[in-house]
């Protein structure tokens, strides 16, 4: 069993900058893939990032996010990251943290984002 817990959503006006965190427990040895996902009230949850933990360290984005959005992680604190920069108001979502076994996939509970002056 995995579990992920998220914080750092909140209310961020255009062009601004929001760090989610997403602190992972449990069987953490066995996570492979982490990534954030986002999804907007009425439309389908989206994958926004994912780092290859057994790749060493790979990054992937969708293209909406791309050059503004960064995940990393520190292998210390079993914590994963995705800074925000740039943020627009299609940005608002609540996002949440994933988790990849080989056997199984974890979610978190999900952090709210709101883009809006």
């Known amino acids: 069993q995995v579990q992920l817990v998220e914080s750092g959503g909140g209310l961020v006006q255009p062009g601004g900058s929001l760090r989610l965190s997403c602190a992972a427990s449990?069987?953490?040895?066995?996570?492979?893939?982490m990534a954030w996902y986002r999804q907007a009230p009425g439309k389908q949850r989206e994958a926004v990032a994912a780092?290859?933990?057994?790749?060493?360290?790979?990054?992937n984005y969708a293209d909406s996010v791309k050059g503004r959005f960064t995940i990393s992680r520190n292998n210390a604190k079993n914590t994963v990251y995705l800074q925000m920069n740039s943020l627009k108001p299609e940005d608002t979502a609540n996002y949440y943290c994933?988790?990849?076994?080989?056997?199984?996939?974890?979610w978190g509970q999900g952090t709210q984002v709101t883009v809006s002056s």
């Open positions: 994933n988790a990849l076994t080989t056997i199984s996939e974890y």
């Open positions: 780092i290859t933990i057994t790749a060493g360290d790979s990054t």
């Open positions: 449990g069987n953490i040895f066995s996570i492979y893939v």
